[in-house]
């Protein structure tokens, strides 16, 4: 299964970067409805996109304490 990281917005599309720092361009109307900015995206072997909900807060967990760690927070 393939990952891509939602980078950001830009227009009607969303940036989504995977493992090897590749970048794409999927157009909004593409995402599932919970989709944003940060959230971890798996292609399906049907070639849907769901949001990994588990990876995503994995993520986010670690940019919070690294940011702890950073800032003395």
């Known amino acids: 299964m393939k990952q891509l990281i939602i980078d950001r917005y830009e227009g009607r599309y969303a940036i989504c970067e995977d493992k090897e720092q590749r970048y794409f361009a999927i157009e909004l109307s593409e995402l599932p409805q919970e989709?944003?900015?940060?959230?971890?995206?798996?292609?399906?072997?049907?070639?849907?996109?769901?949001?990994d909900q588990e990876e995503t807060q994995r993520r986010r967990q670690r940019i919070l304490e690294k940011q702890r760690r950073v800032f003395g927070e």
């Open 35 to 51: 989709a944003g900015p940060g959230c971890v995206l798996v292609i399906t072997e049907e070639g849907s996109l769901q949001v």
